[in-house]
């Protein structure tokens, strides 16, 4: 049984194609570590521009793609379009 590279535990030889040299469970981890990072990179938001504020996705801090095209005149109006929104994509349905 070769020793896996970041735990060290033995695991069977058949698996060893699987993942390079790491088991099941270090690459089952690894894959949990790489999605929490794109969720934390990736997100909805309500940000501030030139006039009031807008919803925009994020990627890693800065807007890659704007939610509604009309600027709203406070934050709590842009994050009440932003949740109808993300309800309205959920369901199926055109953004309002």
Do not use: N
């Amino acid at each position: 049984m070769p020793p896996c590279d970041r735990c060290r535990k033995g695991f069977p030889a058949e698996e060893l194609g699987f993942g390079g040299r790491r088991c099941k469970e270090c690459i089952r981890r690894s894959y949990g570590m790489a999605m929490v990072t794109l969720v934390t990179m990736y997100a909805e938001e309500v940000v501030e521009v030139p006039g009031g504020w807008a919803t925009a996705r994020m990627f890693d801090g800065l807007p890659f793609e704007w939610m509604c095209t009309h600027v709203h005149g406070s934050r709590s109006d842009a994050q009440a379009c932003l949740d109808a929104t993300i309800a309205a994509e959920r369901a199926g349905r055109a953004a309002p």
